[in-house]
């Protein structure tokens, strides 16, 4: 039987990160369940691959959600990693923290001790920062960020054109101030995906108390309300992983509200119509589902300096023959390298709204390129008022889940996406773009009315997959709280969540930097450390955010 003080389920994120930390001092024993296989080859760790492994069943758990009844009964795609290194081996490799208020309004929620000024001190340790603003960023940890290398002259173009527009200008949305245009950071490093496998996993994975077992989790062993192992299935059989102090579940927001759930932890009702004893009846357990939503706006482009002349072969296999030879080139690149953060009107004192820019007319999963040169923007609301659900599909642990976000259920969602198509021409129409625009590709000019661009809306719009608060923390006397602010989840000893299912609401922006912050802190906290000293730095605000978006 293996044994170990701390056992952590998921190799992802989070996982790594708590791997890494618990194991620092060799005092503790800790073996990392992950179902996964390895993160080797080109297909993961060439940043320019990155459509590749999240559309591969090897790489990718595929999950889908139900039938989702505000965008016409469309199924959408809900990819998590089943890989080492977990989704941060197959994202997008984009690094942002997320805006200061964001946590502030998680610490109003019940999760005491997780406002900005705390949660600050952890992403200046975990970061190895390439950049960015003295004084806000950490320049020695596991977590190498940098700035792209902006060779397309249409990722400066973009920035520009948010100028002319009367949008701030920003020098780096992770340090003091997210708002405004500016370049876009990324998980690269030596030229290959630095993911949270390469940052932690690995680097803890050398010591000698630290193993790696593979398996599928299919519960949690809770014994007299305490949790003393975990159950895995591997080839067929079942095996137990012994807990001396503490079982971490960081399996993703898909993952560990349906592991707690086979478990015994969860909304009573529903686990008893699959057959499961309740352990712990928590109602939140795989409620308050959240995600980002976003749109693809693309321009076509009348000078031929886009990616589109990249997507041949032959060009493809020269990329690629260069990235392996020398870790160089437009293989080693996301190609996200300008962003921007913006506010959706007056009133709202913080971003609402995200862009990634791409200078290439192309789908994230890198289906269906436009026949063209062209360029484009991701763009969506942060804050969806939209809440879904992960529920048990059956008490199977190989049945996959039943996921519905809900997606666009909120009529507030609606205006908000219309003014995200609606701005993003208005950036587009800037003289910064004279020079390149030509027709709009996406949605196309004769889609004005509110009627047509819903129906466009309704079609079209793909998630960021940003899913996360499946397992929300806040206080514990919260009936919809499952874990409290110290990651213990109520009502078990010895069991605690920490990955993105316990975001009270999320963050703005990608989430693979908060996901790796959360295991950070929650590692302190399962050691008994006190917690990093809180920083006493102040976000900037716009000072006309009450009277103007600009």
Known sequence: MLEADFVVVGSGSAGAALAYRLSEDGKNRVVVIEYGGTDMGPLIQMPAALSFPMNMSRYDWGFQTEPEPHLGGRILATPRGKVLGGSSSINGMVYVRGHAHDYDHWAEQGATG??????????????????????????????????????????????????????????????????????????????????????????????????????????????????????????????????????????????????????????????????????????????????????????????PITLYSKLNLFSKAMIGAEWLLFKTGLGATNHFESAAFLRSKPGVDYPDIQYHFLPAAIRYDGKAAAGSHGFQAHVGPMRSKSRGSVRLRSGDPLAKPVILFNYMSHEDDWADFRHCIRLTREIFGQPAFDPYRGEEISPGSHVQSNGELDDFIRAHVESAYHPCGTCRMGRADDRTSVVDPECRVIGVEGLRVADSSIFPRVTNGNLNGPSIMAGEKAADHILGKTPLAPSNQEPWINPRWAVSDR
């Open 114 to 303: 997780w406002s900005f000024s705390d949660v600050l001190p952890y992403f200046k340790r975990m970061e190895h920062a390439h950049g960015g603003e003295e004084g806000w960023r950490g320049t020695e940890g596991p977590l190498h960020v940098r700035p792209g290398p902006q060779w397309n002259p249409l990722y400066r173009v973009f920035v520009e054109a948010g100028r002319q527009a009367g949008f701030e200008i920003t020098e780096d949305y992770n340090g003091s101030k997210q708002e405004g245009f500016g370049a876009m950071e990324q998980t690269i490093h030596l030229g290959r995906r630095w993911s949270a496998a390469n940052a932690y996993l690995r680097p803890a994975l050398k010591r000698q108390n630290v193993s790696l077992v593979n398996g599928l989790a299919s519960r949690v062993i809770i014994e007299n309300q305490r949790a003393t192992g975990v159950e895995i299935r591997v080839r067929n059989q079942i095996q137990v992983v012994k807990a001396r102090r503490e079982v971490i579940v960081a399996a993703s927001s898909i993952n560990s509200p349906k592991l707690l759930m086979l478990s015994g932890i969860g909304p009573a009702a529903h686990l008893r119509e699959h057959g499961i004893a309740v352990v712990a009846d928590r109602p939140g357990v795989g409620q308050n589902l959240q995600d980002h939503l976003e749109l693809y706006i693309q321009q076509e482009s009348i000078q």
